[in-house]
């Protein structure tokens, strides 16, 4: 079993930055891919950026391209979010989930992730 807690979000004027953070329990975090979604109001959970067990592989959803960044730190169990030039549009709860996997690859779907936190919100005013 995986925990997952997310922290970080907040509220942030249009342009700026917030970095998310994602500390996950358990001893073999190298045997997680692990990734970011978002749900914003009224609208499906999306995909948003995806890192594999290692940190050697990123992939991101066309929305999040050239301005978030996926990192991790394994020997901290944590995964982060680096968000910047924010925009309206962003403000959504972002979720961070964890996949068994040492294939390597990333995974873009949420019926492939086996665990999820709990969300953080983050708003971005105009």
């Known amino acids: 079993q995986v925990q997952l807690v997310e922290s970080g979000g907040g509220l942030v004027q249009a342009g700026g930055s917030l970095r998310l953070s994602c500390v996950a329990s358990?001893?073999?975090?190298?045997?997680?891919?692990m990734g970011w979604f978002r749900r914003a109001p009224g609208k499906e959970r999306e995909f948003v950026a995806a890192?594999?067990?290692?940190?050697?592989?990123?992939d991101y959803a066309d929305s999040a391209k050239g301005r978030f960044t996926i990192s991790r730190d394994n020997a901290k169990n944590t995964v982060y979010l680096q968000m910047n030039s924010l925009k309206p549009e962003d403000t959504a709860v972002y979720y961070c989930?964890?996949?068994?996997?040492?294939?390597?690859?990333?995974?873009?779907?949420?019926?492939?992730?086996?665990?999820w936190g709990q969300g953080t919100q983050v708003t971005v005013s105009s």
């Open positions: 358990g001893r073999t975090f190298t045997n997680y891919g």
């Open positions: 989930a964890a996949v068994r996997s040492i294939s390597g690859r990333n995974y873009y779907r949420e019926y492939e992730y086996d665990y």
């Open positions: 890192i594999n067990g290692r940190g050697g592989s990123t």
